[in-house]
């Protein structure tokens, strides 16, 4: 009988072993997974980096540029002495180089989310501009309180907008009309919750 227990306990603890031992290949197999998907990342966003030199070389040969990268959220910030043409007319010429960047980058499956581009911080100052006047707006809307309607903005400014204005009590947002005549009119609030 001591025997038997003895074999029962020899093979409870080999079975025991052999589940740490798969625990731990497929800790490290999903370990080793998460880089080849991190390297893979960097990789495909050093081919969208070419892809952007390239179009910009086009439109400003000979001009030297440096481009930062953010992985977590693929943006691009493009820094360069002469580049106002690649921002053009109120950021049409940005609007176009990301629209250009993104539809190669979604056919050829080299992202899996929009890329978003900055030239020499144009979008970044908009945006600072956007939210002072966002908020310059809402306070006019709770002081006089009545509805405002803010100027005709593309998705990602409405978006900004929504956001910012989210988090201000007494004030809720609504967009409408249809695009590119689609506008923010900021509502104020008569619930103090809100």
Do not use: W
């Not at 038997?4 to 740490?20: G, Q, Y």
């Not at 020499?120 to 956007?130: A, D, L």
């Not at 006089?144 to 947002?173: G, Q, W």
């Amino acid at each position: 009988m001591e025997g038997n227990t003895e074999i029962k306990d020899a093979i409870n603890n080999f079975l025991i072993s052999l589940e740490e031992e798969q625990k731990k290949e497929a800790l490290q197999d999903k370990q080793q997974n998460k880089e080849k998907n991190e390297i893979r990342k960097k990789e495909d966003l050093e081919e969208v980096t070419d892809k952007l030199r390239k179009i910009i070389s086009f439109i400003c040969p000979g001009e030297k540029i440096t481009i930062e990268k953010d992985l977590n959220n693929s943006k691009f910030s493009v820094y360069g002495k002469e580049l106002s043409v690649l921002i053009g007319k109120n950021g049409k010429t940005i609007d176009a180089i990301e629209y250009i960047i993104n539809l190669i980058a979604k056919r050829k499956k080299i992202v899996e989310r929009a890329v978003y581009i900055d030239i020499k911080n144009y979008r970044k100052q908009g945006q600072e501009k956007i939210n002072k006047i966002a908020m310059k707006m809402a306070e006019k809307a709770i002081k006089e309180n009545r509805k405002i309607a803010l100027r005709p903005m593309p998705s990602y400014e409405r978006k900004i907008v929504h956001d910012l204005l989210s988090k201000v009590k007494n004030i809720k947002t609504v967009s409408r009309d249809s695009e590119p005549n689609r506008r923010i009119v900021i509502y104020p609030s008569a619930d103090e919750n809100s």
